[in-house]
Every structure is written in structure tokens, then in C-alpha cells.
């Protein structure tokens, strides 16, 4: 779903590569998202069965706006359309609740080139500055594991604290951290939930199946996912190093990172510029090159398929610069979400099946952004 203003799509074609995660995504686990709420029958004669009627709620979160892309702070529900699989619904309830943000920061990699650890600290700094003062925040990182950095809080000087205490490792152990994750913001009780990736989507460890997995999972889920993503930085960098001869330098030994912890002479000798034409002869290099770029735009038409699939906001800087400043298109749809109750017509909760979830407004000037994917497996 488009925001307000310009959003970027991924630089390569995702016609048919859209199509199949569309079509991987809505496959059965555990639904989250649809609640089913019993509802209490008053006592029987104790020879009788008891009788229960379950009543099913589904919550989605939406984002409001004007025309000008500000934020709209009085919508009402009749203000609202819902449409479930193409069927008319009306909203149940609608709320305005702070927000509970959980950031995964990338912070590994064997070949990342662009993607550096200053640079995510300074991307996670400029999102939690841009954030209302009363939402929670929590930190995970991963780089060789996952590690929660920071548990939930709304300090904002913690939250600072913690993101210096965020290091660098060699492996990217992504899936386990997306995995991770979606469980503890499944375990967070507080509505309006959201996940920010900042991230290149790619994995040491695991192949593009587990990755369809855990996002097949979010999907079950309110979450709405974010993502500020690398790939299109490291593929531009990667590209000249995918041919035999270029221009371009040759890639870095190491990562600053790792060079900066080398003794004197050593160090200045990693740290400095290459010039001239370069002639790659290693045609183990070159293939491993095209690799990595085949897996950053994978990775790219992945995340890009997430966050429209979860009403998110897909950010794909070509800058360093551009990456820092977009923190602040994330940060305004956080805070301009609502969350949405409606009870759908035709019950899920015993046939499961897949949802597509939209709603649009009836009030002139105002814009309504909410399309979600729900997936509610068959309950035995």
C-alpha cells in the first residue's frame, strides 16, 4: 500500500517472484490476529450440557491521514469501510493507543559492505528521536545469534544506552531473529504492535524456506512490520564486482569494524583506497559476487511483499544520508495507527482460511491506509 508520499519499489522486476510469496504466505499456523471471545452463559440445571457461544473479533490497525498527509486525530467509526474478502463490515470498535515498537537491528554479515554497525545505531537513534515520547521501545540485535538488547521500555535515555552497547558480528542469524522476534511482541499483551527491521533480509544460515516460514507466521499476527533495508546500497556497491573487469575498487578486505581493532601499519594498510582498474581472475569471487546480489534482491522483493502485507512502510534508501531521514515516514505512520475491531460474517475460527483485509473512508478528506493479509489455519 502507497503512502501519502513517494514510496519506493524494488528496482527489479517482482511480478512473478510477488506472485510466489503472495501465494507461499498463506499457508496454515496458529492465528493470533482473529481473537475468538467466549461469551458467558448464564447457569444450567447441572443434568444439562452447557451451551457456549463464541463470538469472533478481528483487529486490524490502520493509519489516517489529510489530503497533506497529517495525520488525522478525530476519526470515527462510521467514518470507516471494512471490507473482508470483498464482504461489507462494520467496525466494532476504534481506538487511538500509544504504540509498542520493537527494533530488530542487523549488525552482521560475512560480505556486507554498506551495512555497518555506526550506520544502524545511527538509523535507530534518528527512529527513536522521531517517536512519541510515550511509546514503548524494546531493542534485539542480531548478528552470529539474536540477543534482546533491551526489554520493553519508554526511557528514552535506556534506550540510548542500549543501542551503544549493540556490537558487530561476522554471521547474519536473521530468521531466528525474526523468529524471535514475533514471539515477543506475540507475547506482549498491549495492543498496537509493530516491528521495525533494519536490515539487508539475508541469512548465514538458513535458505529462502525458512525465511517464508517465519513470514508466513507474522501473517497469523497484528503486527505491522517496517523495514529499512540495505539492499539496494549493498547491491549497488556489489554490482561492479560481479564482472571480470571494472573500474571500481576492489572490495574491502574486511569490515571497518574489524580492520579498526587491527595494531598500527596493519590497520592503515586494510583502511586504505584502492585505485585503478581492477581484473578479477577468480572465478570462484565472481560467482559468489552474483550470488550475494541475487540474494540481496530476493531479499528485497521479500520484505517489500512483508510490509505490504502487514499495512508497514517499506524504506529502501540508496544513501546513507537518505536512510537516516526516511526514519522519520516510519515514525509518522507509527504514530498516526488506530486499531480496528470488527466481527467478520462468516466465522473463521472453525474452517480457517485466508483473509484479505481492507479499509477505506467515507469522510471527504480523509485517507485511510489499511490493507492487511490475515491467514487463520483450520482448527481441528
Not at 311 to 317: D, K, R
Request: charged share 25%.
Amino acid at each position: 500500500m502507497l503512502q501519502p508520499w513517494s514510496t519506493k519499489v524494488p528496482y527489479f522486476a517482482l511480478t512473478c517472484l510477488t506472485a510466489f510469496w503472495l501465494s507461499a504466505l498463506v499457508v496454515g499456523v496458529s492465528a493470533q490476529s482473529g481473537r475468538v471471545k467466549p461469551e458467558p452463559t448464564p447457569p444450567t440445571d447441572p443434568d444439562e450440557t452447557p451451551v457456549v457461544i463464541v463470538t469472533e473479533e478481528v483487529k486490524v490497525n490502520i493509519l489516517a491521514f489529510d489530503a497533506a498527509g497529517r495525520f488525522v486525530a478525530d476519526v470515527k467509526e462510521d467514518d470507516l469501510v471494512i471490507t473482508d474478502n470483498d464482504i461489507l463490515h462494520q467496525p466494532a470498535s476504534l481506538r487511538r493507543l500509544s504504540a509498542n515498537v520493537l527494533i530488530v537491528m542487523d549488525t552482521g554479515g560475512e560480505l556486507r559492505s554498506m551495512k555497518t554497525l555506526d550506520q544502524t545505531r545511527k538509523t535507530v537513534r534518528a527512529l527513536v528521536d522521531a517517536l512519541p515520547a510515550d511509546t514503548s521501545i524494546a531493542l534485539l540485535q542480531y548478528a552470529d545469534t539474536p540477543e534482546l538488547v533491551l526489554d520493553w521500555t519508554t526511557d528514552r535515555d535506556k534506550v540510548h544506552a542500549a543501542i551503544s552497547r549493540t556490537k558487530f558480528g561476522r554471521r547474519s542469524a536473521f530468521v531466528k531473529a525474526v523468529e524471535m522476534a514475533t514471539a515477543l511482541l506475540s507475547a506482549n499483551s498491549a495492543d498496537n504492535r509493530h516491528l521495525v527491521l533494519i536490515t539487508d533480509g539475508t541469512d548465514s544460515f538458513t535458505d529462502g524456506y525458512s525465511r517464508q516460514a517465519v513470514f508466513r507466521e507474522i501473517l497469523t499476527t497484528d503486527i505491522n512490520v517496517h523495514v529499512i533495508t540495505y539492499t539496494r546500497m549493498e547491491a549497488v556497491d556489489i554490482e561492479p564486482r560481479t564482472r571480470a573487469v571494472t573500474n571500481a575498487p576492489p572490495p574491502k578486505a574486511m569490515p571497518d569494524e574489524v580492520a579498526a581493532t587491527l595494531p598500527p601499519g596493519a590497520r592503515e594498510r586494510a583502511q586504505a583506497p584502492k585505485i585503478g582498474p581492477t581484473v578479477i581472475v577468480d572465478r570462484k569471487h565472481l560467482e559468489t559476487m552474483r550470488r550475494r546480489k541475487a540474494e540481496l534482491e530476493t531479499s528485497e522483493a521479500a520484505l517489500f511483499v512483508l510490509s505490504e502485507n502487514t499495512n508497514g512502510t517499506f524504506v529502501v534508501p540508496g544513501t546513507y544520508d537518505e536512510m537516516i531521514s526516511r526514519t522519520a515516514s516510519v515514525a509518522r505512520n507509527i504514530d498516526a495507527t488506530y486499531v480496528l475491531t470488527y466481527v467478520p460474517k462468516f466465522p473463521i475460527s472453525e474452517t480457517g482460511g485466508e483473509r484479505t483485509i481492507t479499509v477505506t473512508s467515507r469522510r471527504p478528506g480523509l485517507i485511510v491506509q489499511a490493507t492487511r493479509k490475515l491467514v487463520v489455519p483450520h482448527r481441528n
